[in-house]
């Protein structure tokens, strides 16, 4: 083949048509469980969690919530997957070996947010959220009193006892959550997430009539099984409240990902490498939302 402007501009429009419709089509889960917030910036600070502002009788001057003084910050990050097209395949005619590659970095862009948002639940027993507490933690401070969404019951079946212990442990600590000012904050636990391990029995506790020990399941349809195989433990799970306007896990994007290319035959790559090139970038961050709005068990214990 012979190269030229036209055809390496039909060969990467090719490519780019490869990409958006692998982008197109690959699943994606992230949205179940974390809110989007465009970034405008290098970061966004996100001090505002701290202290939200809820509805209350006006008698007398307004009360006014202010910022904390401490600082939550999500910085962007740059991302990118890049193919390098050898200038030989070109002139033998032998593209056919990138459509694969292009199909994949496709895929991989479209499931970015993906691996950030779950890699924010893989670290939330290890990570700190806006109130300088590990996202999931026994130590939240709420109005001077030590307030939990941390557990280590294995999530179980076996018993109606076993499944109070676990899930139904999680949704009354989750519910009885209230504000600074002692208000309920009327928490409402709708998402059980689990790992692929963990899948049959969310399954099960959401769907059978009758538990193991053939005592009637109140949590029955309580929650929407979301099964992440991004998560890396087989034993934690997470029960989450996605019914706010304020997700419990935040994935912020500043550029979305895009399809890229470096076609110019005069460059220095091809003319030393002999290499054209293609791929996405994308720059973007992920970060933590209300804790009150997740529970995280270890699932470490019976």
């Known amino acids: 083949m012979l190269i030229n402007a036209s055809t390496l501009k039909a060969i990467f429009v090719s490519l780019k048509t490869l990409f958006n419709n692998a982008f197109d089509a690959a699943p994606s889960q992230w949205q179940e469980v974390a809110m989007l917030v465009p970034s405008t910036a290098a970061q966004n600070d996100y001090a505002w969690l701290s202290n939200f502002p809820r509805m209350r009788k006006w008698i007398g001057a307004k ?14 990050n740059d991302w990118e997957a890049t193919v390098e097209v050898d200038r030989n395949h070109i002139k033998d005619d032998q593209l056919g070996i990138y459509k694969p590659q292009a199909e994949m970095a496709g895929f991989s862009a479209k499931q970015l947010p993906d691996e950030i948002v779950f890699e924010l639940v893989n670290q939330g027993f290890t990570s700190r959220c806006y109130d300088g507490q590990y996202f999931f933690d026994d130590d939240h401070l709420v109005n001077g009193q030590s307030v ?3 557990g280590t019951k294995k999530l179980s079946i076996a018993s109606l006892a076993a499944a109070k212990a676990s899930y139904g442990a999680a949704r009354t600590a989750m519910k009885k959550l209230k504000d600074d000012e002692g208000r309920p904050l009327n928490i409402n636990p709708n998402v059980l997430l689990v790992p692929a391990a963990l899948e049959d029995d969310a399954n099960a ?9 053939g005592k009637p399941n109140p949590y029955k349809n309580t929650s929407k099984v979301v099964v992440a195989q991004w998560l890396t433990s087989d034993t934690s799970w997470f029960l989450l409240d996605t019914t706010k306007p ?6 912020q994007e500043r550029e979305a990902p895009v399809f890229v290319e470096q076609t110019d035959p005069q460059s220095e790559n091809v003319f030393d490498r002999r290499k054209f090139k293609f791929g996405a970038e994308a720059r973007a961050a992920g970060g933590y939302g209300f804790w009150q709005l ?3 068990s270890t699932g470490t214990e019976e």
Do not use: H, Q, W
Request: charged share 25%; aromatic share 12%.
């Open 63 to 76: 009360a006014v919530k202010a910022l904390e003084g401490s600082k939550y910050t999500i910085v962007n």
């Open 246 to 251: 304020v997700k419990p896990f935040i994935y």
């Open 205 to 213: 506790l959401m769907t059978v009539d009758r538990l193991e020990d």
């Open 294 to 296: 997740a529970y995280g």
């Open 148 to 150: 939990s969404n941390k």
